[in-house]
Nanobody, 127 residues
């Protein structure tokens, strides 16, 4: 059974930083995509934030480029999202996501290719 467990959400003031972690267990395919998707308050649509494939290639949504950094630990079972220069526009529930390998994991997400999701962690940025 594949399980994704997020941690690290919370509240921060505008301009601050937060670090999200996601531990992925039970995912046996060594070639894969893992990343983060967010849902802002009052919206039903999700936004791809950042993805990293099993080769370490990263993709970022336009709104977070230059501010967020995604990485994986050596075991490749933990995905980390470092968020800097946060603004109120970053307030959202952040979901960890995992799916099959793709040369463009962000495009995989937008193509509904993600198979597994975490329960989400709230990030609130106050101005």
């Amino acid at each position: 059974q594949v399980k994704l467990v997020e941690s690290g959400g919370g509240s921060v003031q505008s301009g601050g930083s937060l670090r999200l972690s996601c531990v992925v267990s039970g995912y046996t395919d060594s070639r894969n995509c893992m990343g983060w998707v967010r849902q802002k308050p009052g919206t039903r649509s999700d936004e791809g934030v950042a993805f990293i494939d099993s080769d370490g290639i990263t993709r970022y949504g336009d709104s977070v480029k230059g501010r967020f950094t995604i990485s994986r630990d050596a075991s490749k079972t933990t995905v980390i999202l470092e968020m800097d220069s946060l603004t109120s526009e970053d307030t959202a529930i952040y979901y960890c996501a995992a799916g099959r390998y793709s040369r463009d994991c962000l495009n995989l997400y937008y193509s509904s290719g993600i198979s597994y999701w975490g329960q989400g962690t709230q990030v609130t940025v106050s101005s």
